[in-house]
């Protein structure tokens, strides 16, 4: 048997897809995309955002943050989505499925507000700053503490949101606008390479099963139904 040259190239290629595959498998997609359905977000759109916060990875761990799982959980965001902001290194051993309820539960007070990916990054990095969003030259924060924002905020704050994401300003500027999110989003997107048109492909199909069942919600007949739990309260001051 003839062995053709690329033959190693498409067995590293296949093996790439299926550990891809693993960590955003068959299951999460009616998971996720019911959910964005709830939340009123383009699932694309909400999903680039964890294409560059943690390469889609629900297993995503940031050391010097301590920001978790798929859009990189934080302390401070942590007791709001019920869970202890003294251990998020243990949302990384939670499956991108069972993930997506605390992620729910965060993205909900935003709901109807996500119009963008702008927008679903905003409510991510300073939600604060949401109503920027639209304008994609606003001036989020900066090395010397300005911001576009109506709110006032402290110069030192305001300072911390720049040192704390200073990898978003590329061009070292010492400013980070809404536009310098969205590039990130695309070059982020860009490295996923076929394994993003591969999840944006996998959105699409789950979309228009919905739109032709409108009363599934699962996702699909052949499938068990998956019902979204809320995610428990866990005590903080839990051993």
Known sequence: MRRRCGDGAARGARELVLAVSALLPPEFWPVFVAGCARLEVDPVELLSVAANESGCDPRAWNAGGRAAGLFQMTPVAAPGMGWDPHDTHAFCALSAVDQWPYWERYFRPHRGR???RAACYLCTFLPALLDL????DALLCSRDGRTHASQAFARSQVISWYEGNRGFDR???GEIHVRDLTAAIDRSTLALG???SDYVAAIHREQALRDTNP?????GRDRP????PEPPDRDPEAA
Request: no cysteine; net charge negative.
């Open 171 to 173: 061009t070292r500027t």
């Open 225 to 228: 139904i998956y019902v979204v």
């Open 114 to 116: 996500l119009v963008s």
């Open 194 to 196: 076929g394994v993003w």
């Open 215 to 219: 009363d599934i919600t699962d996702g």
């Open 133 to 136: 969003a639209g304008e994609p």
